[in-house]
């Protein structure tokens, strides 16, 4: 069977420039992307900003301290974490956590899951779990007393976790984990 | 999984930098372009990959960023627009032996860059250059004045 000739004529379909060079500019389109870099490059910069001041974490304003009403627990912490990266909760206790050479501290089990924590400096003499996290008993005998819970978040997204000596108040703190 | 999701990200990521670092004349990388490739690259491949650097977790993000890439492809044949958002658009330096001011600025251009394009074809002076366009890849096309 024959086919039927082809009528439609072939067309160059690219732009040309003076109806002589075929180059396809489209100068509307680039005017647009100008915008559009210029848009980007600001959002960059002010990524950067962010990251100096420590809005994404490691940073001045990143840094943040909670302490109960009676200053038994103070606690130092990071309010932006990142993903992976290592950071310190320091944990100071005041002359009420004291009692008979010992200071005990309860972590909610997020600081464990979410959190991360992958080791608690001084070593516990004894860990006891209970009530969604863990107790630590450390022997202690004057002031200042610390203990330092190292972390290492491996999932993103915003994580509460709650801090203190049991049978007192406790320090509530809310960290963004970044990705 | 969240490997996967990274390889993705880091992908588009660097799609947009360097869609937004304006094209350099020139289409063979030079020693300066040789920095942000090895420099980003490497970043890229340290938060991408993370704690998990064992085969299986690596083999899977070299996999989604082929796939990702293959995607992007298909799409840009399919749809011109995405096309010019991705790859640019070719743009005239000089018509009609007239140099495009606004052009050449935007894309910081000299006048030498369009010269030594010209070279490259045997056009001795920029006077005998009608037309010159910037390609997508970077390079420069010129045209002679006298082949009109």
Known sequence: ?179 | MITILYAVAGYFFLLLTVRVLARRPGAQLTMFEFVLIFLMGGVIIAATAANDRSLTNCTCAVIAVGLVHRMVAMLKARYPKLGAVVDGVPLVLRERGEWKEDVMRKMRMAPEDVAAAGRAKGIRSIDQIDYAILERSGEISTIRTEEK
């Not at chain 1, 040309?16 to 489209?26: L, N, R, S």
């Not at chain 1, 979410?114 to 006891?128: C, D, F, H, I, Y």
Request: hydrophobic share 40%; net charge negative; aromatic share 8%.
């Open chain 1, 1 to 179: 069977m024959a086919t039927e000739p082809m009528t439609n004529p072939v067309e160059d379909t690219v732009a040309k420039v003076d109806g002589y060079v075929a180059v396809g500019e489209d100068l509307e389109f680039q005017r647009r992307w100008w915008r559009f870099e210029r848009v980007v490059w600001t959002v960059f910069v002010l990524i950067l900003v962010c990251d100096l001041l420590g809005l994404l974490g490691r940073g001045y304003l990143a840094k943040a301290q909670s302490k109960t009403s009676d200053q038994s627990v103070t606690m130092d912490y990071e309010r932006i974490e990142r993903t992976n990266t290592p950071s310190i909760i320091t944990v100071n206790f005041g002359p009420g956590a004291i009692h008979g050479g010992e200071v005990r501290l309860f972590v909610s089990g997020s600081v464990v899951k979410e959190l991360g924590a992958q080791r608690v400096v001084p070593q516990p003499k004894t860990s006891e779990i209970g009530d969604g996290g863990v107790t630590y008993t450390f022997e202690a005998n004057r002031l200042p007393a610390t203990v330092d819970i190292a972390l290492s978040p491996s999932l993103p997204g915003i994580h509460h976790f709650t801090l203190g000596v049991p049978g007192s108040e406790m320090v509530q703190a809310k960290v963004t984990v970044l990705p």
